[in-house]
T-cell receptor, first 114, second 114 residues
Framework: DGGITQSPKYLFRKEGQNVTLSCEQNLNHDAMYWYRQDPGQGLRLIYYSQIVNDFQKGDIAEGYSVSREKKESFPLTVTSAQKNPTAFYLC?????????????FGPGTRLTVL | GDSVTQMEGPVTLSEEAFLTINCTYTATGYPSLFWYVQYPGEGLQLLLKATKADDKGSNKGFEATYRKETTSFHLEKGSVQVSDSAVYFCALSDPTDSNYQLIWGAGTKLIIKP
């Protein structure tokens, strides 16, 4: 079955540590996205990538970094510079970065800073 | 800038009641409109979408009509079930935005009681 996988499901981080969240898709989609979700709020875009080896900052990119070395993979690193990283992180993909395209979501990673 | 406004939740209904969740938007161009659903602890799934004025999206008994004159995309269902309990997000994608970002509402939590 095609889909998006995210790992781990739960992640705990000590202050000052960098952590990397995995996102893999086998849908052959060109575009991939990372969102952050906080309780009672909508999703906010962190980074997105329209094609391999290219990515752009979203609305809240500070304290995060990404890479897109392979079409199917788009890992997100939460750095120690991110002041309030505790949140639910969602990865998504779409066939193309087009306004009519549906974004397909992974199950999410819940990050907690201890 | 573009924005999406949803009715605040939680919305609590009895099983078999009629559901309406209001969504209004502001956008520069002619956006595509989406409803996504998030079940507890999971990622988001597309529920339905509409890409031009007067289009009606429908899925699983849910419907929403793209009303350009009232800039609305209200979600409706004639008879809700306990399994419909979830958080519902309205979103838009504006084709004049070269980044093709999805702009999200804050989400409306729906609770269906047996």
């Amino acid at each position: 079955d095609g889909g998006i996988t995210q790992s781990p499901k739960y992640l705990f981080r000590k202050e000052g540590q960098n952590v990397t969240l995995s996102c893999e898709q086998n849908l052959n989609h060109d575009a991939m996205y990372w969102y952050r979700q906080d309780p009672g709020q909508g999703l906010r875009l962190i980074y997105y990538s329209q094609i391999v080896n290219d990515f752009q900052k979203g609305d809240i990119a500070e304290g995060y970094s990404v890479s897109r070395e392979k079409k199917e993979s788009f890992p997100l690193t939460v750095t120690s510079a991110q002041k309030n990283p505790t949140a639910f992180y969602l990865c998504a993909s779409s066939i193309l970065a087009a306004s009519t395209d549906t974004q397909y979501f992974g199950p999410g990673t819940r990050l907690t800073v201890l | 800038g573009d924005s999406v406004t949803q009715m605040e939740g939680p919305v609590t209904l009895s099983e078999e009641a009629f559901l309406t969740i209001n969504c209004t938007y502001t956008a520069t161009g002619y956006p595509s409109l989406f409803w996504y659903v998030q079940y507890p602890g999971e990622g988001l799934q597309l529920l339905l979408k509409a890409t031009k004025a007067d289009d009606k999206g429908s899925n699983k008994g849910f419907e929403a009509t793209y009303r350009k004159e009232t800039t609305s995309f209200h979600l409706e269902k004639g008879s809700v079930q306990v399994s419909d309990s979830a958080v519902y997000f309205c979103a838009l994608s504006d084709p004049t935005d070269s980044n093709y970002q999805l702009i999200w509402g804050a989400g409306t939590k729906l609770i269906i009681k047996p």
